[in-house]
């Protein structure tokens, strides 16, 4: 599954009083749900602007998101594609492009999904943070 990364910065703290008086469990549990609802919104933005090149429309019906887990690192989530027609493949060309014969080809969706990425970032943080506020 291919995956793209957001960092948070500065939530630590929150987490950090969640964690002091809620507990390490009920504040995994509550940040596992403040990241599974900004990862919907954010998968939502992804699949609204991967239409601008769509065609039979398979490869926005394989995006996916896992729900949050917990790492060593804290707690993330993903997006990706998966499914029966393998689309992860044709998304990584139309993402970034590709050569044939010395030429240089920009698909009609070229850096699309990056764009959507950084363009919800600020909607995702949001969320995170209106979450993770509600249950201070």
Same mark, same amino acid.
């Given at each position: 599954?291919?995956?793209? /990364? $957001?960092?948070?910065k500065g $939530?630590n703290?929150? @987490?950090?009083?969640?964690?002091?008086? @809620? %507990?390490e /469990?009920q504040?995994q549990k509550?940040s596992?749900? &403040?990241?599974? +609802? &900004? !990862?919907n919104? $954010?998968?939502d933005?992804l +699949?609204?602007d991967?239409?601008?090149?769509r065609d039979?429309? &398979?490869s #926005?019906?394989?995006? $996916?998101?896992?729900?949050a887990?917990? =790492? &060593?690192?804290?707690?993330s989530g993903?997006i !990706?594609?998966? !499914?029966?027609?393998?689309?992860?493949?044709? #998304?990584h060309?139309?993402?970034?492009g590709?050569?044939?014969y010395?030429?240089?080809?920009?698909?009609? %969706?070229? !850096?699309? #999904?990056e =764009?959507?990425?950084? %363009?919800?970032e600020?909607k995702?943080?949001?969320?995170v943070?209106?979450?993770?506020?509600?249950h201070?």
């Open positions: 599954m291919s995956n793209s /990364k $957001v960092e948070i $939530v703290k929150t @987490l950090k009083e969640l964690e002091n008086r @809620l %507990g /469990k504040m509550i596992r749900q &403040a990241i599974n +609802k &900004a !990862g919104k $954010v998968r933005d +699949k609204q991967m239409k601008s090149f039979t429309g &398979a #926005i019906n394989e995006v $996916v998101q896992q729900n887990t917990k =790492k &060593a690192t804290g707690v993903r !990706g594609w998966n !499914g029966p027609q393998n689309r992860y493949k044709l #998304i060309l139309n993402e970034w590709y050569t044939r010395g030429k240089q080809y920009r698909p009609r %969706g070229f !850096g699309v #999904i =764009k959507s990425l950084k %363009g919800s600020s995702y943080l949001e969320t943070e209106s979450e993770l506020r509600s201070l």
